[in-house]
C-alpha cells in the first residue's frame, strides 16, 4: 500500500491554461507558488507551447490533475494513458497526481464526470484501480471529492464513500471546498459538518473555484465565476481544522485579466497567513528562476 507523503509544493496556487500562456511573464508567476496542469492536455505538446511550459515548468512547481483516468467506470483501466502520465510527471520532477473519484467513460468517453454509485462493491471496485494506478506510477494516487447531481444506488453516505476508499486505498485526498459547497446546497447537508468527516492526514492539497448559480437549490459546477464569500468562509473553516494545506484556484471558463486571477491567488495566501504558524512556509519567491515565457 503507497504511503501518502506530503506535496513538494506549499501555499497558493493556480491553475495553467494554454489561453493564459501569453499574459504570463516573471511578475505574474512571481505571484503563485505553483501551478497545475491535465497531463492530458500537455503530453507530447512541442512547438511554441511545448517551449513554453517547459520554461514554466523550470521555474514553477507543479501538481498534475486528470480528466480521463475514469476510476469507476466499468471499462478496463488505460494503463496506456497512465504509463504515458507517468513519463510526464518524471520528465518534469513532479511529485503529485490527482484524479477525480467519478468515471468518464464506458466505450468511450462521456464528456463529463459522472458520479460512481455510493455502494461497497463500488470501493471494492475503485480501490483494485486505484492500486492498479499506483503500481505503474510508483507515486500515490492523489483522488478529488467530486460535484455531483444524482446519487443512484446510494447505500451509504457521501463522506462515508470517499473515506473508505482512501483507508482502503492509502490514496490521498485533493479535497475540493467549492464541491463541499456546491453538493451541500443540491443535496441539503452541512457543509461544515462534511468538512469535519473528512480524514485530515490525506488531505494533500485543495481546490477553491467558482460557481453558476442555476436556482436557489442548484448549483453548477463551473469555474467559471469568481470564487464567492461562502466559499472563502469554508476553506478558512479547513484550514482551522486541518492546518493549512497547498491550495489552489482553479478557473476553466471565462477567464478575466491575470491581474484578477492573481487577487484571487493573493487571497487564498492572506487566509494561509492567518493560520500558517504550525505549518511550512512557500518557497521563497526570490529563489526562483526568472521565466521568459514568449
Same mark, same amino acid.
Given at each position: 500500500?503507497?504511503?501518502v507523503?506530503p506535496?513538494?509544493?506549499?501555499?497558493a496556487?493556480l491553475?495553467l491554461?494554454?489561453?493564459?500562456l501569453n499574459?504570463?511573464?516573471?511578475?505574474t508567476l512571481?505571484?503563485?507558488d505553483?501551478?497545475e496542469v491535465?497531463?492530458?492536455n500537455?503530453?507530447?505538446?512541442g512547438g511554441?507551447?511545448g517551449k513554453?511550459?517547459?520554461l514554466i515548468a523550470e521555474a514553477?512547481?507543479?501538481v498534475?490533475?486528470?480528466l480521463s483516468?475514469?476510476?469507476g467506470g466499468p471499462?478496463?483501466?488505460?494503463t496506456?494513458l497512465?504509463s504515458?502520465?507517468?513519463?510526464?510527471?518524471?520528465?518534469y520532477?513532479?511529485?503529485?497526481?490527482?484524479?477525480?473519484l467519478?468515471?468518464c467513460?464506458?466505450?468511450g468517453? =462521456?464528456?463529463?464526470?459522472m458520479? &460512481?454509485?455510493f455502494?461497497e462493491?463500488? *470501493?471494492?471496485? +475503485?480501490?483494485s484501480r486505484i492500486?492498479q494506478v499506483q503500481?505503474?506510477?510508483?507515486?500515490?494516487?492523489?483522488?478529488?471529492?467530486?460535484?455531483y447531481?444524482a446519487?443512484?444506488?446510494?447505500?451509504?453516505?457521501?463522506?462515508?464513500?470517499?473515506?473508505s476508499?482512501i483507508?482502503?486505498?492509502?490514496?490521498?485526498l485533493l479535497l475540493?471546498?467549492?464541491n463541499i459547497?456546491?453538493n451541500?446546497?443540491?443535496?441539503?447537508y452541512?457543509?461544515e459538518?462534511?468538512l469535519?468527516q473528512?480524514?485530515g492526514?490525506?488531505?494533500v492539497?485543495?481546490h477553491?473555484a467558482?460557481?453558476?448559480?442555476?436556482?436557489?437549490?442548484l448549483?453548477?459546477?463551473t469555474h467559471?465565476?469568481d470564487?464567492?464569500?461562502?466559499?472563502?468562509?469554508?476553506?478558512e473553516?479547513?484550514?482551522?481544522i486541518f492546518?493549512?494545506?497547498?491550495?489552489l =484556484?482553479?478557473r476553466d471558463?471565462? &477567464?478575466p485579466a491575470?491581474d484578477?486571477? *492573481?487577487r484571487? +491567488?493573493?487571497?487564498?495566501?492572506?487566509?494561509?497567513?492567518?493560520?500558517?504558524?504550525d505549518?511550512?512556509?512557500?518557497i521563497?519567491?526570490e529563489q526562483?528562476?526568472?521565466?521568459r515565457t514568449?
Open positions: 500500500m503507497s504511503t507523503t506535496p513538494s509544493v506549499q501555499g496556487g491553475g491554461r494554454r489561453s493564459m499574459a504570463l511573464n516573471d511578475e512571481a505571484a503563485v505553483f501551478m491535465a497531463p492530458e500537455w503530453i507530447d505538446v511554441r507551447f513554453q511550459f517547459g514553477v512547481p507543479f498534475t490533475h486528470g483516468l475514469s476510476l471499462s478496463p483501466i488505460d496506456n497512465v504515458n502520465i507517468k513519463t510526464f510527471l518524471d520528465r520532477n513532479i511529485d503529485t497526481y490527482s484524479e477525480h467519478s468515471y467513460s464506458d466505450q468517453h =462521456l464528456y463529463d464526470l458520479p &460512481i454509485p455502494t462493491q463500488a *470501493v471494492t471496485h +475503485v480501490v492500486h503500481d505503474i506510477l510508483k507515486r500515490p494516487l492523489v483522488i478529488e471529492n467530486v460535484s447531481y446519487a443512484p444506488g446510494q447505500e451509504m453516505q457521501e463522506f462515508e464513500f470517499l473515506k476508499v483507508s482502503r486505498s492509502g490514496c490521498g475540493d471546498v467549492n459547497y456546491v451541500s446546497i443540491n443535496h441539503g452541512d457543509a459538518s462534511f469535519h473528512m480524514p492526514e490525506h488531505i492539497y485543495m477553491v467558482g460557481h453558476y448559480n442555476e436556482a436557489d437549490d448549483i453548477v459546477d467559471g465565476a470564487v464567492i464569500d461562502p466559499v472563502w468562509n469554508l476553506l473553516k479547513a484550514y482551522q492546518g493549512v494545506k497547498p491550495t =484556484l482553479e471558463f471565462n &477567464i491575470m484578477v486571477l *492573481v484571487e +491567488v493573493e487571497r487564498i495566501r492572506s487566509i494561509q497567513s492567518q493560520h500558517q504558524a505549518n511550512p512556509q512557500a521563497p519567491r526562483r528562476v526568472p521565466v514568449t
